[in-house]
């Protein structure tokens, strides 16, 4: 089992910054890749940027390459999402991922509000 727990979101203005967070906890040994996804209003979750526990393999969505950044802190058991040059449209729930060879896992999401 893994738990994930998010921090981070909330209300920005276009062209700010935040910076997402998320703990991982339990058999994080177990992970091989892990990442963001989110959802806005009325569209399915979409991926938003995922990396492979060693970290050699990222991948981001389109929509977010040149603006997102993510990356791990080991030490920690976390992975970031850095959000920069945001927009109304990056408005989304923004979940936590990660997978096992079992199973994916998801943390309970947080809100990310891109307005003026």
């Known amino acids: 089992q893994v738990q994930l727990v998010e921090s981070g979101g909330g209300l920005v203005q276009p062209g700010g910054s935040l910076r997402l967070s998320c703990a991982a906890s339990g058999s994080i040994f177990s992970i091989y890749t892990m990442g963001w996804y989110r959802q806005a209003p009325g569209k399915q979750r979409e991926l938003v940027a995922t990396?492979?526990?060693?970290?050699?393999?990222?991948n981001y969505a389109d929509s977010v390459k040149g603006r997102f950044t993510i990356s791990r802190d080991n030490a920690k058991n976390t992975w970031n999402l850095q959000m920069n040059s945001l927009k109304p449209e990056d408005t989304a729930v923004f979940y936590c991922?990660?997978?096992?060879?079992?199973?994916?896992?998801w943390g309970q999401g947080t809100q990310v509000t891109v307005s003026s």
């Open positions: 990396m492979s526990s060693a970290g050699s393999r990222i």
């Open positions: 991922y990660a997978a096992t060879t079992a199973m994916a896992y």
